[in-house]
């Protein structure tokens, strides 16, 4: 309590009172002073002055500078000063909820109809519907649609942005790359900020890593870029946007000393781990989130366990926060203001046992004004649609390795390539249905378990020969493949292989490759290949959530160490696009237990140690492939794998509870 209110009340609020009242921006909100702009009319330019802000900066206190230069110290205090932060903070709401109630029961009461007939469009009455109908300020609205080159949205985004219209809640189900996180973006530029909510930052966005803060700011940017504006005041994004990430300590401070100048944007991108950093350092007068207009959480069922969601025994980063965040709102409101409006996407595998847990253990919502998007099934039912487009093809190569003797120089170590014998997924939703949820030591979290014991079995010798295995395997792949030669792929390893390894072991091979970087690469597809550049992207799969690789076609994944969980499939196969535009259009997800017909336009290639592919890794790749919406197969090598006993298989995972047909 002391560090969080003691010390950051003494100087901190000196220094943010004095940067407000010297440095506040007008009280117009952005989106007023670009409807300003755009009917021409110069409402000023910021005040600015550099000089005396640092001297503030540099003399706020050398403990201040001693403070963010010492984050690894805080952020170890962090976990127990939040504790006991969050013990004073839930008195001091008792008392401060005794006050508010009657206002938000009187808001409640004076706006008492159906949540949906709150909407301002109605997203399904009318086929064409543009951007212009949702968005308000016409020169946003023209700069959306030049940076997407289109005036519609997508289906999901129609729902989302009908939503926001009547300022509703929800938990958003949407298929991957179906303009997700265009929708959000759109959403919060648009969202304008009621005056009586007072200054702050109108709307947070949190996103699960750093690579994705850096995609929102190149798109935010982006969008920027194309309004028609005065050049100077292009220069005023942080006034619009700000983005906060782990990095560099001198990249970390560039941040902090951006949001003291600029402490009210429109919009803030956070990861949750980077704001709780920030949170307990500079304390929450120093980020102005207690009286936010709406929080958005992209992609929120990444950064919660595949399986059990939020209930687990650690508290999340991400839950840690946003429990923080809306306490926060709460306990800051003196206005008669609506709770701010919560938007989380999810993927479309998501059952409604996230939300019934939300909803029973977290205080969050204002479920008064929450409306669904997609449709939520029980926790044992089948998806109502494919998790991975129909243009996409799975292939599990299983790779051999042997020593040679026939080299003039002795033995060589050499590689086999085989196809896995393809799945039989039949017609039965019944057998789907026993595969998924019955399998008797069949699910997600055992099949974790035998896979981290097996790990922890390596040496370290063990484990970087398995990655020279997979290497070669790639190699050879590359060769034999026609569909491969002279294409550009992005190769995916685990997160606990390193990327030097990786690439040490690639130059080895002559293949030339790069590391993804997100401030160059997402056009990496798209760019004709030239000899001198690389056609080989690399990264771990932990940083593939939400990343969009425009004209992507081809994935190699090094290991299933690389996709731990059924959410991390459908994450790495959601990254092809087919589409230059880098949307995949709606008709790629029909519904669940339809058999794919379509050409397979992209492509998955899972290679896999042979020796380390047992009925466990086997029984894993079946449940993915099923329960991602029985995902189309395809042969890679032409040559089959030999010796699987498929009854045998059978047996081993066949459950004596099952799912039987109704009929
Ligand atoms: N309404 C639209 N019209 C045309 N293109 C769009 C539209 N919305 C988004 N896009 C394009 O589609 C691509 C994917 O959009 P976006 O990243 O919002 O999808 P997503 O659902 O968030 O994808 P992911 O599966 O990566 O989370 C972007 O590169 C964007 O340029």
């Not at 008792?94 to 008492?112: R, T």
């Amino acid at each position: 309590m002391s560090f969080l209110f003691g010390v950051k009340h003494g100087m901190r609020i000196s220094m943010c009172s004095f940067l407000t009242r010297g440095f506040r921006t007008s009280s117009l909100n952005w989106t007023d002073k670009a409807s300003k702009f755009g009917s021409n009319k110069n409402i000023g330019s910021k005040i600015g002055d550099e000089k005396l802000l640092e001297e503030i900066v540099n003399s706020d206190d050398t403990s201040a500078t001693s403070d963010i230069l010492d984050t690894r110290m805080l952020r170890r205090m962090y976990g127990e000063q939040i504790q006991e932060f969050d013990a004073n903070m839930k008195k001091m709401l008792e008392l401060k909820f005794k006050e508010e109630i009657p206002k938000v029961k009187s808001y409640n009461e004076a706006h008492g109809i159906d949540a949906l007939q709150r909407m301002k469009v109605n997203p399904v009455a009318n086929d064409n519907l543009l951007f212009s109908y949702f968005i308000s300020v016409g020169i946003l609205e023209k700069a959306v649609s030049l940076y997407l080159n289109s005036k519609e949205p997508t289906e999901f985004q129609k729902r989302l942005l009908a939503l926001m219209t009547g300022y509703l809640s929800t938990i958003a189900k949407g298929d991957q790359g179906s303009g997700r996180t265009f929708g959000l973006i759109i959403a919060a530029l648009n969202l304008k900020r009621n005056k009586r909510r007072g200054e702050g930052i109108n709307s947070l966005i949190l996103v699960k890593s750093t690579d994705n803060v850096i995609q929102y700011r190149k798109f935010i940017k982006g969008i920027i870029s194309k309004m028609d504006i005065p050049s100077n005041v292009q220069a005023d994004i942080p006034a619009v946007a700000q983005f906060l990430y782990r990095s560099t300590d001198e990249e970390e401070l560039k941040q902090q000393i951006t949001l003291g100048k600029f402490p009210t944007p429109h919009i803030l991108v956070s990861t949750p781990q980077r704001l709780l950093d920030l949170l307990s350092t500079r304390g929450m007068d120093f980020i102005k989130i207690a009286n936010l207009s709406a929080i958005f959480v992209d992609d929120f069922d990444c950064m919660v366990d595949p399986e059990t969601y939020i209930d687990t025994k650690r508290q999340l980063p991400i839950v840690q926060l946003l429990s923080y965040v809306v306490k926060l709102q709460d306990y800051r409101r003196s206005h008669n203001e609506p709770h701010p409006q919560l938007v989380f996407t999810v993927s479309n595998l998501c059952t409604d046992q996230l939300k019934c847990q939300i909803r029973d253990e977290m205080q969050w919502f204002d479920w008064d004004r929450y409306a669904d998007i997609g449709l939520y099934n029980g926790a044992t039912d089948l998806p109502s649609r494919k998790g991975i487009a129909t243009n996409i093809g799975v292939s599990c190569v299983l790779v051999n390795p042997y020593i040679s003797g026939e080299s003039k120089n002795g033995s060589k170590f050499k590689v086999q390539l085989f196809d896995m014998t393809p799945f039989q997924y039949g017609n039965f939703p019944e057998y789907w249905k026993n595969k998924i949820f019955r399998c008797p030591h069949g699910n997600d979290g055992y099949y974790r378990k035998v896979r981290n014991v097996k790990k922890s079995r390596m040496t370290s010798e063990v484990r970087e020969m398995s990655t020279k295995i997979l290497i070669y395997g790639f190699n050879k792949l590359v060769k034999k493949v026609d569909g491969l030669k002279n294409e550009k792929i992005l190769v995916v390893f685990p997160d606990d292989v390193s990327d030097k390894t990786v690439l040490a072991l690639l130059n080895k091979s002559k293949i030339r490759a790069k590391l993804y970087n997100p401030s160059e690469d997402s056009t990496f597809f798209l760019e004709a290949d030239s000899n001198e550049q690389s056609s080989i992207l690399l990264i771990h799969s932990g940083s593939l959530t939400s990343l969009t690789f425009n004209g992507l076609r081809n994935i190699v994944v090094l290991g299933l160490n690389t996709i731990r969980d059924c959410n991390e499939f459908i994450t790495l196969a959601g990254r092809l696009r087919y589409n230059p535009s880098g949307l995949v259009p709606a008709a790629f997800y029909p519904p669940f237990g339809e058999t794919s017909k379509g050409p397979v336009q992209c492509r998955i290639y899972i290679l896999h140690e042979q020796p380390d592919f047992e009925f466990v890794e086997r029984n894993f790749l079946e449940r993915a492939f099923i329960r991602s919406g029985l995902v189309q197969q395809f042969s890679a090598v032409g040559v089959s794998e030999s010796g699987f006993d498929r009854k045998r298989y059978d047996e081993e995972f066949k459950s004596d509870y099952e799912f039987h047909s109704q009929s």
